[in-house]
């Protein structure tokens, strides 16, 4: 049986754009995993450089690799200095009333 040869793949090579990182922060958002929201914010912060985004919040480079891991565990002060960072912004909207999507 001949094997599968498998290559890396890493999203932050195809976040290019502020739209690019837009979207896939609110879906990962929308999936109400707080691990996959920091992983999500890990890769857009590597996709635009983690050094410029220490330098732009003020946090070390290291601890935002362990904060932004799947299994770091970031205070919200850190989440919002990355978001402000990267360019990008939260906004609240109001759910659909009977929604049966909400996160639990």
Not at 22 to 48: F, H, N, S
Not at 71 to 84: C, D, H, I, M, R
Not at 90 to 95: D, G, L, N, P, W
Request: net charge negative; charged share 25%; proline share 6%.
């Amino acid at each position: 049986m001949a094997k599968t040869k498998t290559q890396p793949w890493d999203v932050a090579e195809y976040l290019e754009t502020p739209e690019d990182m837009a979207a896939y922060l609110e879906a990962a958002l929308e999936e109400g995993d707080p691990a996959l929201v920091a992983a999500a914010l890990g890769d857009i912060a590597r996709a635009k450089g983690m050094a410029q985004i220490a330098r732009e919040t003020g946090l070390g480079r290291e601890s935002l690799y362990k904060a932004l891991s799947p299994e770091g565990n970031p205070e919200f002060a850190t989440v919002l200095k990355v978001v402000q960072a990267l360019g990008l912004r939260f906004r609240a909207v109001a759910a659909a009333q009977g929604s049966t999507d909400q996160p639990q």
